[in-house]
């Protein structure tokens, strides 16, 4: 790595040459704090100062041509999975991928665009869609949900998070066993007499481990209390999404978001094949119960039930989760969105005539967090299913079967 | 060429430092797929292991500066004429360049503007004009035409794919005589839920010709058949027009496209000096008829016919002609688009009403072939002039004295 | 220095290795023209063949991470204040400081945003406020004041000339002395079939001096007149800006924007401490007299009067001010806009309602003069106030108590 430094600092400028390391635990990639950015980097165990029986790394690149010409791509690999961040979208998750189990999907969309080559109001508000095709999309913060008027300002599709560029971005790793590998990004939504929001994100995992976990905080920076919005739109399809998938959950309450799920409201938690030509979205609001730890616990697995995805996330911070279901044709995009929100994804409008718009007080941090696992086999799947069995004892889902929205 | 691949490898990352040469006959200057982005190269006859008594070479640049700061720009000369071609626009063509001919014009606009500085949806869907100086432009592929509202959306002027940087972009080289240089590129538009469409262009010529052409594939990516719109947005000024100057063609049908036109239908071949403050547009709907090869044929020449252009297109794909007369001030832009398309330029709602607005199939692809000619001296552009004669032999235009729109 | 630019032409592409050196007075930094941009220099005396006894530089570096990535700032240093343009922003002016004295603000958006991030149809029309936190902002050319609709088009707030990159930058030092140090940048604000401007800037001081100034050309390109607006949105706060600073200037007339600055007409001189939650803004059309060279003179001082700027205008091109209070919380952005223009900042129909929207005849030239000085000590600061409140002498301030706007 130190070759590479140097080789870096030869071609860099005098003000951007160098890597900043605050102490041997972390390395700055990129600073606006500190006017620094590393395009091309491969940080090892041994760049900060610990030996690793598990050969892992944290590396960054630059994307190159068509919509992702500047695009910065931060990988982790721990040995066992690789995590695919991106900072110039907002520290989003391009995918995630061990050995056999892909998180991720085959978006139309194959590129990973730049934030400055998408226009949010386009298309009534829809301009969001031009670069949708990444596993873990965070909606927010001034608002998220559905484009449309609220109090005659155009809330375009699912805000503006994911399209505002890491101010700072580093990597840290424990000094302790067993050595959590972090990458920490900031990311702020700010505007002259409008929103002021700071996300600090801090995806983390172990070497060797099958597991991961976002870390996030939400601070208002403003003197002023805020409506505010966070979706954590995670999307699956690959080898966990197919004709008798089936998605499990500590579920209290289902309701169909608008009629034409309702139709399907019986088979919510199971998936059909994709569509031939071309299906409609289905979209379900889950009000999840918690553990006594205060977290709910959702799965998805295959037809087999040999491969799965597990997640948990606090429902103080994260009370609500969307499914969405869009079994349209694999050329369109066949995938689902299990989505973890403290709304769920109508109009903000909408959302606060319903009582779910939380606001944030002045200068108040609120903290999430979301810890992702790779089932792969059927033994690990059904330890998997059991956790969600056992909490779900005792527990009636209650069907809300009149939709909201029309 | 060795030398300076070297010297571009000890600029450039580990990861985009080498051209990719998958024969000797192609070489690949960008690419999403390899991660590969070439700023600056000059590429000769040697470098696809051929010798060549005719100096020729494709170069590609990077510009600086203004709005078009990171722009490429890749240039064929042909050892006659100099065709600048721009991947980062959808692979337009800024100018094309002979001796004593140029294609192209003098916009008001004079940088060739990076798509990221453009916003197609300023000024009520006029964005396009922030940008509008190339010779040949290509409109579409969602949809082309004036802005406006066409089932609730808007309508951006003539469509996003000029505004798409190109994928992928290589040269290639015919290693049989005569040894056909091309420029290939591909472009994008694509948007979850919506377009699915691919372009994929060459542009190729001969080493000494005063000839070249586009071969364009448009591809439907989408499980569903799709409405779709191209337009071959061709601007002359320069040497070709000036008072006098003659359009000519073989032509079934003329409809003058409004009111204000309909009053000059009479002299709609033939065209005003630049007016001194301002003057209106005119426009013309065309409709050609074909060669028994499937071709039309259109030329203009100036005044005393001693420079041209002339040009032919397939009829199949692109069944009318509109013909743009703005001759307006010098500074603001004097020039004529003589432009194939696949319907007129009025808004994607009044072209599907008048029942010209085509469908493309789930997973069809459509090839559009324009072959462009300059001619320099009276006996050339007499020669142009008299296979268009000969082809008009037994035909008369059809005037339809009443325009669609108001 | 020359080592420096060595070290650059061996990083940059052969087309871009150069600054360019007309003569030795003049060294250009970027240029479309020439296509170069360099990225880091530091030029000194020497660099112009000259020697001085004090220490000053003219500096350029490129910002990086978040939404500053990409931007270029400039930095006068002319040994007692410091300058930052930014030729990426219009050549807008971050800050100015001296030992004591800032220039500038402290707005809730921290980075130099890049226009590529802006989106001005954005929020209705108020995009700009994504990046507004420069001393100096120029709105205009086409427009300028508050969104809304004139003849069924969105003006965007304040125009579009604050995000538009420089096409030329070039510095020049005055070889006879005292040896002016001048930063010129040029930037085109056009768009086919409509506005067709040049803003000409050129920045400047001398070694040593705590006053520097902006000499401005705005040029109608185009073959027809038009209107247009010009606003120089200096934002003042820091050392300057505090319960009981004061502004002061040769004023003529005084009327409150809207009802709620009504109230407060008469102390719209001085200012609040910033509020702890929220306040709004109050704004004052003032129209201001120039002395017998035709310039107005103001100034801003803090409650001990021992920190001041002072700065004077041409009238014959700027005969209005615009005060702006916006006595909101430090979280928010206390600040105060003291804004020379051509017209007051309501929406361009208003002003031309008014009688307030000028033209530019096609090919004109207006030239605008902006000289600020920066005072530290209460001896400079009754200095500036004695030679205003000479200039008041046998003037009185005519109230117009009733708003123009609801």
Not at 91 to 97: A, G, I, K, T
Not at 172 to 180: G, Q
Not at 365 to 372: D, K, P, R
Request: with cysteine; hydrophobic share 35%.
């Amino acid at each position: 790595m130190k070759n590479i430094l140097m080789g870096l600092c030869a071609l860099a400028t005098a003000t951007s040459c160098q890597m900043h390391r605050a102490a041997d635990s972390q390395i700055t990639l990129s600073s606006v704090e500190k006017n620094i950015a590393i395009s091309d980097a491969k940080l090892t165990a041994a760049d900060f100062g610990l030996s690793s029986d598990i050969d892992w790394s944290v590396s960054k690149k630059t994307l190159h041509g068509g919509m992702q010409e500047g695009v910065e791509l931060v990988t982790i690999n721990n040995g066992e999975i690789e995590i695919d961040i991106i900072p110039t979208r907002g520290m989003n998750v391009m995918s995630v991928r061990s050995k056999d189990i892909t998180l991720g999907w085959d978006s139309p969309v194959k590129e990973i665009v730049h934030p400055r080559n998408v226009n949010l109001n386009y298309n009534g508000g829809l301009g969001w869609l031009d670069s949708f095709n990444e596993w873990m999309v965070r909606c927010g913060l001034e608002y998220s949900g559905h484009p449309g008027d609220d109090n005659g300002r155009l809330m375009t599709l699912h805000g503006r998070i994911a399209h505002i560029p890491a101010s700072e971005l580093k990597v840290e790793v424990d000094k302790l066993p067993p050595h959590r590998i972090s990458v920490t990004g900031i990311v702020n939504e700010v505007w002259f007499k409008g929103a002021n929001f700071t996300l600090e994100t801090t995806i983390s995992t172990l070497p060797g481990s099958n597991t991961f976990r976002f870390d996030d905080v939400v601070t208002n920076n403003s003197s002023q209390d805020k409506e505010f919005q966070v979706l954590y739109h995670a999307n699956f399809a690959k080898e966990l999404l197919e004709k008798g998938s089936r998605m499990e959950g500590t579920i209290a309450e289902v309701q169909p978001f608008n009629d034409y799920a309702a139709k399907s409201l019986d088979s919510y938690e199971t998936y059909d094949a994709p569509a031939s030509v071309w299906a409609d979205e289905k979209v379900y609001q889950i009000t999840p119960f918690a553990d006594k730890n205060g977290f709910a616990h959702f799965m998805l697995h295959n037809q087999k039930a040999d491969k799965a995805v597990s997640f948990s996330f606090n429902t103080d911070a994260l009370p609500y989760l969307t499914q969405w279901k869009n079994e349209d044709s694999r050329e369109n995009g066949y995938v689902t969105g299990l989505e973890p929100g403290n709304t769920f994804p109508a109009n903000r409008a909408h959302e606060r005539k319903m009582g779910r718009l939380p606001k944030i007080k002045a200068g108040e941090s609120i903290n999430y967090h979301l810890v992702y696992s790779l089932h792969s086999g059927k033994s690990s799947v059904e330890k998997a299913q059991s956790k969600i069995i056992q909490l779900n004892k005792g527990h009636k889902v209650k069907f809300i079967k009149t939709p909201e929205n029309k």
